[in-house]
């Protein structure tokens, strides 16, 4: 009964590889979103999709694509990972990305690249 | 662009006393939201209160209130009699309908709970 799912929880590679999180949502919101968290713990916004539609696409380096194949799913790919990439993602939904509304987030995925 | 500021990176205080979190922000709007996160250990986020900006009455949840201050563009956070289960990072967050409801966090507080 999770309200959004993040998988994996956890994620080690090697740089130059691909890798995908994956992210579901069961709260019926239909904007998505990732953020990533640095080793600062500093949080901040990746991309945002609502209803399918990219709405938010920060300074994010080509390398990172997320895709929504419909409202309650939002992956996020990664090419040629570097050693810069590691850090935690979160996936986070909102309802109807109303500014009132309060993300609900997964529990993030801890991706190390050695 | 909007900014949030969390200007105590630690703070520390005894179990069951009162301790006040500090967060200021910057914008040029007039119409937005504000949030308080708590993120423990476990890496989950989870929202502690939220208050609307067009609301003077500050928010209250349990041991959890906020002292807005929307003149000064402040926003703090006061946990009272505090438990050993608070110790977390706290971010404080912003969100408007001037940007794509973009959410914005600060850098976070790391508070810890003395017994």
């Known amino acids: 009964d999770t309200a959004v799912s993040q998988t994996p929880k956890y994620l080690v590679t090697q740089m130059g590889n691909d890798k995908s999180i994956k992210c579901e949502q069961n709260?019926?919101?239909?904007?998505m979103y990732w953020y990533k968290q640095d080793s600062k713990k500093f949080l901040k916004i990746m991309f945002s999709y609502n209803n399918k539609e990219l709405i938010i696409n920060e300074t994010v380096p080509n390398r990172f694509s997320p895709k929504s194949p419909d409202k309650a799913h939002l992956n996020l790919h990664i090419n040629s990972l570097e050693l810069g990439d590691s850090a935690v993602y979160f996936c986070?939904?909102?309802?109807?990305?109303?500014?009132?509304?309060?993300?609900?987030f997964g529990n993030g995925t801890r991706l190390t690249v050695t | 662009a909007q900014t949030v500021t969390q200007s105590q990176p630690e703070m520390s205080v005894q179990e069951a006393e009162t301790v006040t979190l500090s967060c200021t922000y910057d914008t040029s709007e007039s119409d937005y939201y504000l949030f308080w996160y708590k993120q423990p250990p476990s890496r989950q986020m989870i929202l502690v209160i939220r208050?609307?900006?067009?609301?003077?009455q500050n928010a209250t949840e349990n041991r959890f209130s906020v002292n807005f201050q929307k003149a000064a563009k402040s926003f703090s956070l006061k946990i009272s009699d505090s438990q050993l289960g608070d110790a977390a990072m706290y971010f404080c967050?912003?969100?408007?309908?001037?940007?794509?409801?973009?959410?914005?966090f600060g850098a976070g507080t790391r508070l810890t709970v003395k017994p």
């Open positions: 967050a912003y969100r408007t309908p001037y940007n794509n409801n973009d959410m914005r």
């Open positions: 208050q609307e900006a067009y609301k003077q």
């Open positions: 986070a939904s909102s309802q109807g990305g109303n500014y009132n509304s309060p993300l609900h």
């Open positions: 709260l019926g919101h239909d904007t």
